[in-house]
């Protein structure tokens, strides 16, 4: 099957008064039709600055200086804000982590819902709203027709996220792009809502890129996953892969800090060092090196570069393409931690 | 005035020696308030008659989903919050109607780190003045010590004294969580109420975080009230757990009790709808509750949670369940407990 998105060495900068930033430095994968991707990382990675720059939201500061984004081959990337207007919320729509402040609170949830329909789909008055009824109705909203003249305000948070979710899918997208859609709900609601995606998915065979920083989330979700570090893509692979046998030590890292909660008690947590350091104040070489235990001078003085080690599954780290000679005790304690 | 219903005594419970901290009964109701008088129209019933126990030495994982009460358990047990009714004691004393002046010398032993370090440090304080600060008001140093004492809480922590310089905006947040938890070891605590302390934090600082608890913990014998959302953090530092539920516990165990052998239908669902960070496990069975947590101000009638419960009766709907099991073993709220 041919892509459905193509994200080609994007490189994304802020202008700031410290002078320019690169958020998203290098980032390529691509997308399948049906396919969830999910993006994993901590905050500053440069996940949701990725997913902005697909959607070309990157306010008067950002912008994409490298690279190219190709939506069903067509490449998007400097189109003209008509342009894009066009393909935002009718071929890729976007939900956000705070349904609280996404909802303008000063209309109606019927009304936002049917400003997107009317936009993008030949439909006008009563036809139009029925469609976001219908839509309301999907989501597992009871009492549809009430809610659609009911303010943001009056509804919960698992609510309004629902309603993002109608709004986003409303005019059947061939791509969502979920940016933490579950992290500010709670855990019952969080199930529900990701049940709701799995159904929608189903579907209507909607691609998801789900940008997380819950790897529990990305386990239940998603079919391959990039993990981020400091702006770069530094694992991808399919998900029972990654799970199973993460090879770059951040991602290692990532999964030894989890506290499990079936097993045996773990007496201390696997956690990585340090912070991620700040975008003005990148380290040479690996960027991970200064938090990683098996960093070398090599690592410190040259970057590895994002390398295919098995089908599907491309790491960048020195360590785990061979090219260091480290003690293979090391390396087994690394996939102890992850096991 | 609140009117309440005569309170109900509260169940006598042996005070062993090791109970640092207990509630009989305790509830926290907020006024709400309307129209041009502002008259009181109900109230939120955020706390809704509570026992609980804490004993010394041990890490007490309060866990629930927002609203249902935790974190105003821990402000209330600080008198941050005024209690409505029940009692709060500490050391065998009653400490529910003890004046401003009288808690001042129970502030040095029990303690708060709350959940977001951007938030609760002053950004106009260096970091040696935000540590310096409880131990002046309560004269727990003189100036001549006083400096010796920063350089030890840091060391406590892991930031590196240089940096006592430095304002709170210098740091991450997870050094301002440390920096957090400094201050609130300044006075030598006995007792600390942990406020979602990790739940700002990136996945590999709150393990950090986490760890260092634990390790202090074990080094200056404290006792943790530790109040979370995140099961995954409150199963790695907890001892026992108490789930609530709309303003009541519905269970209370031992870690191993709570996670392997769970009573109460909602705690199945909480476990059960917690994803599993492995993703051999995505096709387990799983029960998706319906509808949200219904209000506090307004509760359900008989369980709180029937409105919710996969497997409600009749009886649910009209008589409300007892903590049955007693307080000190595995009780859950439920007539049909597992």
Redesign the interface.
Known sequence: MSNLLEVEGIETVFRTERGEVTSVDGVSFTLKAGETLGIVGESGCGKSVTSLSIMQLLGKTGSIRKGEIRLNGRNITGLAESSMRQIRGSEVSMIFQDPMTSLNPVFTIGNQLMESIMLHLPLTGKAAQDHAIEMLRKVGISRPEEIMNEYPHKLSGGMRQRVMIAIALSCEPKLLIADEPTTALDVTIQAQILDLMKKLREETGTAIMLITHDLGVVAEMADRVIVMYAGQVVEEADVFTLFDKPLHPYTAGLMGSIPHLDGDDEETLASIPGTVPPLQQMPSGCRFHTRCELATEKCAAEAPPLLEQAEGHRVRCWAAQGELDIKSSTLTLLKEVTT | MIELESMPLPVSRPDTADTLLRLDGLKTYYPIRKGLLGRVKGHVKAVDGVSLDIRQGETLGLVG??GCGKSTIGRTILRLEQSTGGVIRYRGEDITHYSTSKMRPMRTEMQMIFQDPFSSLNPWMRVRDILKEPMIAHDKASSATVDAEVDRLLDAVGIPRAYKERYAHEF????RQRIGIARALALNPKFIVCDEPVSAL???????V??LL?QLQKDMGLTYLFIA?G???V??ISTRIAVMYLGKVVEIGT?EEI?RAPKHPYTQ??????????????GRE?I???G??PSPANPPSGCRFHTRCPFVQDRCRQEEPALLGGIDGHAAACHYAF
């Open positions: 989903e927002s991450s947040g997870g050094q990136d996945v590999s600082i709150q393990a950090q986490l760890n634990k959302h099961l995954g953090a199963k790695y870690k996670f669902i909480l476990l059960n709808a917690y994803p599993v960070p492995n993703p051999h496990l995505r799983k998706v509750v319906q949200d947590v």
